[in-house]
């Protein structure tokens, strides 16, 4: 802040004295004396402050604080000295000198907060660059001399696909697969160089952790291009939007630490710092796509114009937040809404957002509908990972995690399945089977999955009631 010399001032108590920084001259105020020091950007001391109309008898001391628009920075006032004469001029240069140390004090932490992003931003940025590494041009000339099988032999056109079946490489080749039969090399001019480099950049942007990898992110994307070729969803969504959540399913889990949002609010991490605390570990998955797509080689969008392209990365930046599960749960009803009253408007522009996240979710916990060898050791898969997270939760950070992610609990898992299932699960896939019958094996595959965890969970209930007996 800074005061400067007053036009007026006299010598009767009680009395007001005002100091101000920069103007804000566009501000629409009213006629109260620290608004008048706001215009003016001059100290007023006032005779008597209780008669003047312009006085605020209800507050004894005030600082109002203009934030981030405006260079101002605040007015303050000070009212009635303590012997009860009136201030003075060396009164004045006291609470300039005052006002100013504050108007330092609320820059300095500006700044400070200003700092700390970077910072965080700039850990975020070098802990990717230090864990992940670039593609040599050998590995995308293997890709490309590679045979591509059509989609029958490796059944990746199938919802009932073996999430294990195929290496990190085929996994790649299959990638290409799924870009060629859905049109998108020849409708979007994509170039294989580009396709295979872009491909195998984001397998290495994936951590070796137990679930959240490579292999989950490439079954998602098998999800999804299998849906669009059993079902009717392809001929719904455009071109665009298709492509935007094959890519979106490639890149939504990219550099994932295996531990969820929570974890890093819980641990105040760089990435929470960066992104707050709403879709905290999304909106990192989406920077890291865009990265990835801006860097030398990788751009598989290249050949759009500047407003396809805009239009894209919001498609695919929306494809990549909905896979956030509490995002899901808040546009899941609008979803049943719709499909139990038959009222769809495909024209309807936030329509085809809810089903476009819906159809997202549907493919990130798809294993939930694969054959039981399958879903059981994804499951298996993700309880490694929340165990981790759990242990981490009692040793560093000295707090009981929730039972999903106690290892002391882990023989609580079939009845935290069915509690997943009965929660999420069946009622998102009788929805999807009710809009579209090509659907109903995922929910046939979900109630095969739910009897096997019921039977252990009774299984378990069994034993603990004998333990019981026995005691």
């Not at 950049?201 to 994936?206: A, G």
């Not at 889990?253 to 990435?271: C, E, M, P, Y």
């Not at 981490?392 to 882990?410: N, V």
């Amino acid at each position: 802040m800074e005061s400067v010399s007053p036009r007026n001032r006299s010598h009767s108590a009680p009395c007001c004295t005002f100091t101000s920084a920069d103007p804000c001259a566009d501000l629409r105020l009213g006629n109260t004396i620290a608004e008048l020091v706001l215009r003016t950007e001059e100290t007023i001391n006032i005779t008597d402050a209780y008669s003047d109309p312009r006085f605020d008898k209800e507050c004894c001391v005030m600082m109002v604080q203009m934030i981030g628009l405006y260079v101002f920075t605040g007015v303050a006032e000070i009212i009635n000295k303590v012997d009860g004469l009136p201030f003075d001029e060396h009164d004045e240069q006291l609470f300039e000198a005052f006002t100013i140390f504050c108007g330092l004090g609320i820059n300095n932490a500006q700044l400070y907060e200003e700092v700390a992003l970077s910072a965080a931003k700039q850990q975020v940025a070098l802990e990717v660059l230090s864990y992940h590494a670039g593609v040599e041009h050998d590995e995308v000339d293997k890709i490309k001399r590679s045979l591509i099988p059509p989609a029958p032999e490796w059944k990746i056109h199938e919802l009932t696909f073996n999430d294990f079946s195929l290496s990190n490489d085929e996994m790649i080749v299959a990638g290409v697969r799924i870009f060629k039969d859905l049109g998108f090399m020849k409708a979007f001019r994509i170039e294989i160089d580009a396709l295979c480099r872009f491909l195998l950049t984001v397998k290495k942007n994936y951590r070796n952790v137990a679930y959240h990898n490579w292999r989950h992110a490439f079954n998602v994307c098998q999800v999804m291009f299998a849906s669009m070729q059993k079902s009717s969803i392809r001929l719904l969504l455009k071109k665009m939007e298709s492509l935007a959540l094959i890519v979106g399913c490639l890149c939504h889990d990219l550099d994932h630490r295996g531990t969820n949002n929570a974890f890093q609010q819980k641990t105040s991490s760089a990435i929470a710092q960066l992104y707050g605390t709403k879709a905290t570990m999304e909106h990192h998955h989406f920077n890291h796509a865009i990265m990835i797509l801006n860097s030398e080689g990788t751009n598989i969008f290249s050949n759009f114009s500047s407003e396809e392209y805009s239009k894209l990365i919001n498609l695919l930046k929306h494809a990549i937040l909905a896979t956030d599960l509490s995002l899901h749960i808040q546009v899941r009803n609008k979803w049943f809404t719709m499909v139990e009253e038959g009222r769809i408007d495909w024209d309807d522009k936030e329509l085809r957002e809810v089903f476009r996240s819906i159809l997202m979710t549907t493919c990130d916990i798809g294993a939930i509908t694969k054959p039981w060898e399958v879903s059981r050791k994804v499951a298996d898969l993700v309880m490694t990972e929340f165990f981790d997270q759990g242990d981490k939760e009692r040793s560093e950070l000295k707090i009981q995690p929730q039972a999903h992610m106690d290892r002391e609990k882990q023989d609580e898992l079939p009845a935290l399945q069915l509690g997943w299932i009965d929660g999420i699960c069946r009622p998102l896939y009788k929805s999807l089977a009710k809009f579209d019958p090509s659907f109903t094996p995922m929910l046939n595959g979900v109630m095969l999955n739910r009897t096997e965890w019921e039977y252990l969970d009774a299984e378990r209930l069994s034993k603990q009631g004998h333990r019981e007996s026995v005691v």
